[in-house]
Every structure is written in C-alpha cells, then in structure tokens.
C-alpha cells in the first residue's frame, strides 16, 4: 500500500587560492611577478531509502514499511596547483612575459597525475619608437605573437581505476560486476596555442580615428583517452 522515500544529497567544495605579487618600476623598466598556490577538493555524497507496502496510507515513513531498500554513492575530485607569472616592459615599447604552473589532478592515475604548462608572449609598441613621428596619421601601432600550453582533464572523476559495482545479488546473496577496465595511461588533453596579430589606428581629421584589430590563432590539441588497457602504448593523438 503505497511507497515513500527519502533522498539526501550532499555537496561540499574546498577551494584555497594563495597568492603573492610584486610590481616594480626601475628608470625605463617595469617588472610585475606573481607566484600561487591553489588546492581544491570536491565531494558529493548521496543516499537514498525507499519503503514500500506502507502499513497505512498516512503513515509515509520508510521505517514503517514492510519492504525496505536503499542506496548511497560517493563521488569526488580533487587538485593542487603551483602557478608562477613574470611580466616586463621596457619604456612601454617592448613586453615580454612568462607563465608557468604545474596541476596534479586525482582523475588521473600516479604516473599522469602531473601537469606541466606554460606559456611565452612578446609585443612591440612601434608607436614608442623615435621613427614614427613623422606618421601622423597613426596613433597606434603594435605588434604582439604568443604561444602556450594548456591542459583539460577527463570529465570522470574515476575514469583511470577498474570500479566495481555490488549492486548485483543472486538468491539473495550480494555480488559485484566490473563496471570500468583500467586505464592508467589516461592523460591531460594538451592544446598548443600560437596566437599572432596588430593593432592598428588611423586619425582622420573629420571623422576622429578608424581602428583595425586582427589575429591569427593556431591550435594543436594531443590526447591519449584510450579505454582499454591494451591500447596504452599507443601514441598520442593530435589534431589542429
């Protein structure tokens, strides 16, 4: 005579940036660094009871039921990061800057946990230079190019592990099932960024200044997602 059930859901995220800076200007150079540490840790809890065949239709208690069962999962992902940046300008003409981190990610098995990426980009103000004072129709020149690496992670939490699921019974008995095969070279999807471009402005007298901006950018992303153990070896996939 009718069912009830009683479902909780608990989710917590830990989330710790710290971060130093420093800015400094000596005479024509100005010089900004940045170092961090990040740490990260998500977790989900859930469990369900359901009662059925209900002793009386206004008593919804699952305690109160002649057949009970229930269900519980926990789920969860964590990361630490160490992140570094270093910027430099001389006279606001030329830029240089740097970055570099390094992720480690549970999704991941020990021998790929760890991610290194970094990145490099340069800009040339030519308006700075001595030369373009005779263009005065321009008011803005620059040049800039940059290339980095960056990382993304599987979206499975477990994704890397043989699991099991125990969910299966006969005659009363519980029992498992492999659910996953092992896939410990399970690795960061890497993408290989090359960005170029200029920015450019004209005066016109009676109309005020006429602006172009364009960019190139080229991506090359690798991976090695492959789901069984056998294919481990294989080489990285890449594509542009």
């Known amino acids: 005579m009718g069912m009830s059930t009683n479902t909780v859901l608990h989710t917590r995220r830990w989330y710790h940036p710290t971060t130093a800076n420093y800015t400094g200007t000596f005479d024509k150079h100005t010089v900004g660094t940045m170092v961090g540490f990040e740490a990260e840790k998500n977790k989900t809890d859930y469990v369900r009871a359901t009662g059925s065949n209900l002793a009386v239709s206004t008593i919804h208690t699952v305690s109160t039921a002649g057949t009970q069962t229930s269900a519980g999962y926990s789920w969860g992902n964590s990361m630490v990061s160490v992140l570094s940046k270093l910027d430099y300008n001389y006279d606001e003409r030329y830029f240089i800057s740097g970055s570099y981190r390094r992720d480690g990610s549970s999704r991941l098995s020990k021998q790929e946990r760890w991610g290194n990426f970094w990145s490099v980009a340069g800009a040339w103000n030519i308006m700075r230079e001595g030369f373009m004072s005779k263009y005065s129709f321009l008011s803005n020149l620059r040049i800039r190019a ?20 125990y969910t299966s019974k006969y005659m009363g008995n519980p029992g498992g099932t492999i659910t996953t095969v092992t896939n410990d070279k399970l690795s960061w999807e890497t993408s290989y ?13 009676a109309s005020g200044a006429v602006r172009w901006n364009t960019s190139t950018v080229i991506r090359r992303t690798c991976s090695r997602m492959f789901p069984f153990r056998w294919l481990r070896d294989f080489p990285l996939r890449c594509g542009t």
């Open 146 to 165: 940059s290339y980095g690496i960056n990382g993304t992670l599987p979206s499975d939490n477990y994704g890397y592990m043989s699991l099991m699921s």
């Open 193 to 205: 960024n090359t960005n170029g471009g200029y920015r450019l402005r004209l005066l016109r007298p």
